[in-house]
């Protein structure tokens, strides 16, 4: 049962939903990586002394780097939130692809980053830290399979690093206490029915608890069934873990005039908390199925326990396609969020909102993506399909937010990676 203060915050929520506080100001979209190849999967990170890490595959041969295979994980820094960007760098040489780009930087110190990917034929997660703002780094491997994972996250705090990650209907977290010296694996959905999974996020709060969200798709109807939205936590490091159903979405469209992978479009969740402990999730869920997703938000302010009614965040007409939520928490009570949404249809476009009051208010939509001439796949209503499974954002020294997504022709190519600044 929900306290008479949840209630409270509901009915404010209906009513300050009426009056929303003036958009946010963002620079122009602008393109980051390399110039020559596909960008993909763009993950983000900003520390606290002005440094911004964007990380992501590479599909194309990288220059001078003759046994980098395709994929190849690149890093962009930029040493003046955002202003200008280094030249695009390769992480690690692999003579095999390396994917799902995670970057982070750990908010006990804001200093250290950890990054993470799949190499090996993803049967390998590897983890890299850097001490020095990106200038160089050390890496090992945390989690060894022998079957291909898929989708790892990554979140940090202090010397206590979890890696979660998937193998068709299991979930997986690798947890270090150590800094990434050693690592421990568990497995997660224990109890849950069988089905096919995805991981969407992870965070640890200031207390240590860890969470985990994943979309679990019905084993008999595959991507066509029911989906059940998860989020787990762990009070013991990792060790055990308790589920809590948050919402079930109906099976999403396919990729229209292209291929794509199964669910590419379907539900996914995103999680953060911000520095009070307040647990933040944006997720995208259907109600008819093969039908259109919406994105709704949720907070919990007793470590997961207990949830507010799930609420609409955009202000796009019913019907309309939505995907890809992102998420990013920083003081008490700061949360913001972005999304991708066709509401300028057959165009996609990128759309941002933030609160300073842990989601009782939230700013009016700012339109991130914007018209760069040159580019065949972007026009001025928006871009023509969704270039990667997420994006990035993140809050910068300054409690500017910076956000880099993915825009493309088509699910398989060309695209590339844009980025934008504001607050």
């Not at 602008?30 to 993950?43: M, N, Y």
């Not at 890490?53 to 890093?75: E, G, R, S």
């Not at 980053?113 to 703002?133: F, I, P, T």
């Not at 497995?187 to 995805?198: C, E, I, K, M, Y």
Request: charged share 15%.
């Amino acid at each position: 049962m929900r306290s008479a203060f949840s209630k409270l915050v509901v009915i404010v929520w209906a009513v300050a939903g009426l009056a929303w506080a003036a958009p946010g100001q963002f620079s122009a979209q602008k393109r980051v990586g390399l110039t020559a190849g596909d960008q993909w999967e763009p993950a983000l990170s900003a520390d606290g002394a002005g440094h911004l890490y964007i990380l992501y595959p590479h599909y194309a041969q990288v220059p001078d780097c003759k046994d980098c295979a395709a994929p190849t994980m690149l890093l962009v820094v930029s040493n003046d939130n955002g202003k200008t960007w280094q030249t695009p760098r390769v992480m690690l040489q692999s003579s095999s692809g390396q994917y799902d780009a995670q970057i982070v930087v750990d908010p006990a110190d804001r200093r250290t980053v950890y990054a993470a990917w799949l190499q090996n034929r993803k049967r390998v997660v590897m983890l890299a830290k850097s001490v020095d703002s990106g200038v160089t780094w050390n890496f090992s491997v945390a989690v060894r399979s022998e079957v291909e994972l898929d989708k790892p996250v990554l979140t940090v705090r202090g010397d206590r690093i979890f890696l979660g990650f998937n193998h068709e209907e299991d979930v997986w977290v690798a947890a270090s206490q150590d800094g990434g010296r050693s690592f421990t694996s568990t497995r997660v959905n224990t109890d849950a029915r069988p089905g096919w999974s995805l991981l969407g996020g992870t965070t640890v709060d200031p207390a240590g608890n860890v969470f985990l969200a994943w979309a679990s798709y019905s084993k008999a109807g595959g991507a066509r069934g029911p989906v059940n939205l998860y989020v787990a936590k762990s009070a013991d490091a990792g060790k055990t873990w308790n589920r809590n159903l948050l919402d079930v979405s109906t099976a999403a469209p396919g990729c229209q005039n292209s291929e794509c992978g199964e669910a590419y479009l379907g539900a996914q969740m995103s999680l953060a908390s911000d520095a009070g402990g307040t647990l933040y999730a944006l997720w995208s869920s259907g109600t008819q199925r093969m039908g259109p997703q919406r994105i709704y938000f949720s907070s919990s302010t007793n470590g997961g326990e207990s949830w507010l009614p799930k609420a609409s965040l955009t202000s796009a007409a019913r019907g309309v396609e939505h995907a890809f939520p992102a998420i990013v928490a920083g003081a008490a009570g700061d949360v913001r969020v972005a999304w991708m949404d066709t509401r300028n249809a057959p165009y996609w476009n990128t759309y941002y909102r933030s609160s300073a009051n842990g989601g009782a208010t939230w700013s009016e939509e700012a339109k991130l993506s914007a018209f760069v001439s040159g580019y065949r796949y972007i026009s001025r209503k928006g871009f023509r399909f969704p270039f990667g499974d997420y994006f990035g954002i993140a809050i910068d020294n300054h409690d500017d937010s910076h956000v880099v997504w993915g825009e493309g022709m088509n699910y398989q190519s060309p695209g590339s990676i844009w980025y934008a600044a504001g607050r």
